[in-house]
């Protein structure tokens, strides 16, 4: 058995990590020299294709980070299962920053978007499977946590059939990942409902 507060020390900073990496390409370009409040604002919105991914990458691993700490409230400890599953799902949330400014910077080509929604849903099946081996004191409803899990592959597999037919829309996919915590309520009711 592994100490808990050691794992969530790791998951808080690798989440912090990975959550502000990409600020760093957000920057003026060296040479660039603006005089004028036209040629500040000019540089600014050129900067737009560096700021999105930041976002992105942000709100993203933002949902993921809080949708981890509300599965672990206690402080037992866990099994090498559970500690190899959630450092999987770590590993892959610290190739968020690298998927995702490669679908900034290629949109418009279909392997930046496979790249980008299997790193999504491969973050999403470590992070289920580690929910799956957590203590059984911690687990939530298998039928909640299911839910998220299906909607968000839906939205990297749909994502991935949009960039088959016409790549500069596949990441409006993505939005369908705003459902998720619509199906988590409404399983949520279903499990209260079944279990009263």
Known sequence: MYPRHRLDALSDGIFAVAMTLLVLEIRIPDGVDPHTDAELLAVIAGLAPKIWP?????????????????????????????MTWSLANLLL??????????????????????????????????SWRAS???????????????AGLVVFLVSAATTMGLSLMHTPWAPMGFALNAMAPLAESLARKHEAKAAG
């Not at 190739?95 to 949109?107: C, K, M, W």
């Not at 418009?108 to 496979?114: F, M, N, R």
């Not at 799956?132 to 299911?146: I, Q």
Request: glycine share 8%; net charge positive; charged share 15%.
């Open 132 to 146: 799956r081996t957590a203590p059984a004191e911690e687990r939530n409803g298998g039928l909640e946590d299911a």
């Open 54 to 82: 930041y976002a992105l990458s942000f709100v993203v691993l933002g949902a993921r980070w809080r949708k981890m700490i509300a599965g672990r409230p206690g402080k037992a400890p866990v099994s090498r299962i559970y």
């Open 93 to 126: 949330v610290t190739f968020v920053p690298f998927s995702t400014l490669v679908l900034g910077r290629y949109a418009s080509l279909a392997p930046a978007v496979w790249l980008y929604s299997a790193n999504l849903a491969g973050m999403a099946i470590a």
